[in-house]
T-cell receptor, first 111, second 111 residues
């Protein structure tokens, strides 16, 4: 079984809808991250969390919110989706701030 | 603000040839990571470089880090088609354990 899982893997939604992307991990890591990847670009950090009570904004947090329900679960919400939020979204975990381990990604399309 | 620049952004090469991808970053850091991404897939960790002069090799790939020059290289020796992918470097920020990502180098190796 994969160490970092994301659901859904693909999602098409309409402008203005609220959507939640979920991430679960079995690696036992404290740190979890949400990234966005646009075609031909690197990763941009949306939010990160060092533990359940510690959540921080990344480079591009506007239009997004997160919830750390447990050490193993970190959800990303788009309160009112817009077309320029169409992207590939990755969840990642790390232990001690070193290398990050990525989930399979969620491809989100906002029409 | 830490900035990470990779070059080239696109590289098409023949099997059997050697080439180097460069990763420059703008402020002090002693943590650098190389990842590989296949089309539509997640990111896979290749190398973690944690000190000046660090060199790591795996198969036909070798990565090095020069913290004084703020430069890391990923060298490909006798390229094979299976190495076709996008390669990202990421630099660690000591202040908050974030990673700042390069834009990626898309590598195409022709048989």
């Amino acid at each position: 079984d994969a160490d970092v899982t994301q659901t859904p893997r693909n999602r098409i939604t309409k402008t203005g809808k609220r959507i939640m992307l979920e991430c679960s991990q079995t690696k036992g890591h404290d740190r979890m991250y949400w990234y966005r990847q646009d075609p031909g670009l690197g990763l941009q950090l949306i939010y990160y969390s060092f533990d359940v009570k510690d959540i921080n904004k990344g480079e591009i947090s506007d239009g997004y919110s997160v919830s750390r329900q447990a050490q193993a679960k970190f959800s990303l919400s788009l309160e009112s989706a817009i077309p320029n939020q169409t992207a590939l979204y990755f969840c990642a975990t790390s232990d001690g701030g070193r290398e990050q381990y990525f989930g399979p990604g969620t491809r989100l399309t906002v029409t | 603000e830490l900035k990470v620049e990779q070059n080239p952004l696109f590289l098409s090469m023949q099997e059997g040839k050697n080439y180097t991808i460069y990763c420059n970053y703008s402020t002090t850091s002693d943590r650098l990571y190389w990842y590989r991404q296949d089309p539509g897939k997640s990111l896979e960790s290749l190398f973690v470089l944690l000190s000046n002069g660090a060199v790591k090799q795996e198969g036909r790939l070798m990565a090095s880090l020069d913290t004084k020059a703020r430069l890391s290289t990923l060298h490909i020796t006798a390229a094979v088609h299976d190495l076709s992918a996008t390669y990202f470097c990421a630099v660690g920020m000591d202040s908050n354990y974030q990673l700042i990502w390069g834009a990626g180098t898309k590598l195409i190796i022709k048989p």
